[in-house]
């Protein structure tokens, strides 16, 4: 649900914001999101659950399809479909094999006496190296007009 709305919300922010701080406030998000997860838990915490889950929305839309827009914009129109594929290769394919690896090496330097993943250091792990991302992204990244 969340998704469906910041999708609507989409050309309001975009129109208003521009491309490059829609993707930071994308960025932003996930960072917040993992922080989120990392401090949650099923009692008092809950509702950092849900709002972690809330913030999906906002992480997908203000990330990726602002970045495909963006990348719609840029790409010479006889190579839009192909750099599109490319972006969809780098990130669901190229992207999530190395998430998945790196994951794997961080979930495992967490794990307690009873072999069970300590999650909180492993969440902010996420949200470090979102954060770090989201600070070069905002130091280098130039929109052109």
């Known amino acids: ?5 910041f999708m609507l919300a989409l050309p309001f922010f975009l129109v208003r914001l521009g491309l490059k701080p829609m993707i930071l406030i994308g960025m932003a998000a996930w960072v917040l999101r993992y922080v989120l997860f990392a401090f949650a838990d099923m009692e008092s915490n809950l509702f950092m659950i849900y709002g972690g889950i809330a913030l999906h929305g906002v992480c997908y839309d203000f990330l990726f399809v602002s970045a495909q827009i963006y990348l719609d914009k840029k790409a010479p129109a006889h190579l839009r479909s192909s750099a599109q594929a490319f972006m969809a290769s780098a990130t669901y394919g190229v992207g999530m094999f190395l998430g998945a690896y790196i ?17 909180q250091p492993i969440w902010l792990a996420a949200a470090a190296g979102s954060a770090l991302v989201l600070g070069l992204f905002a130091v280098f990244f130039r929109e052109s007009k």
């Open 103 to 119: 994951a794997g090496l961080v979930g495992g330097n967490y794990v307690n006496a009873d072999s069970m993943h300590d999650w």
């Open 1 to 5: 649900m969340s998704e469906i709305g």
